[in-house]
């Protein structure tokens, strides 16, 4: 059972970023910059110019059409008063909650005895 696990966990790593995860980074991405931006009830136009982007290229960020370079971040987080980590989309945590259902179904099942089910948890938690 662990092996299957640790198995499934370099599969999960090597495939995260495929072209469509890509995609959708940035879309999220631009929905988190979208939200802070909204928080601080700034326009798109004073955002730009205090990053020195134009505003179509706010809009264009906001919608995932665009893709920041990671210096960039640090600015937005700046403007928008907000911890960078704030703007980054978290897809590790919908894939380490689908392994912690999956052990915890083998682990109903009697798959799974204590001992494996820590080390399990271990793997996950390094995920």
Known sequence: MI????LLLQNIRANIMDDENVEAF???????????RNNKNLSQAK????IGLSRASIVNIEKGRQR?????????????EVDIKEL???????????LKRKKTKQVQKGNVNDKSSEKLDH????F
């Open 3 to 6: 092996k299957q696990f640790m």
């Open 26 to 36: 940035y879309i999220e991405l631009g929905e988190l910059i979208h939200k802070a």
């Open 47 to 50: 955002v730009a110019d205090f």
């Open 68 to 80: 920041t370079p990671l210096h960039q971040l640090y600015s937005f987080a700046k403007v928008l």
């Open 88 to 98: 980054m989309p978290n897809f590790d945590l919908d894939l380490i909650n689908q």
């Open 123 to 126: 793997l996950i938690d390094s």
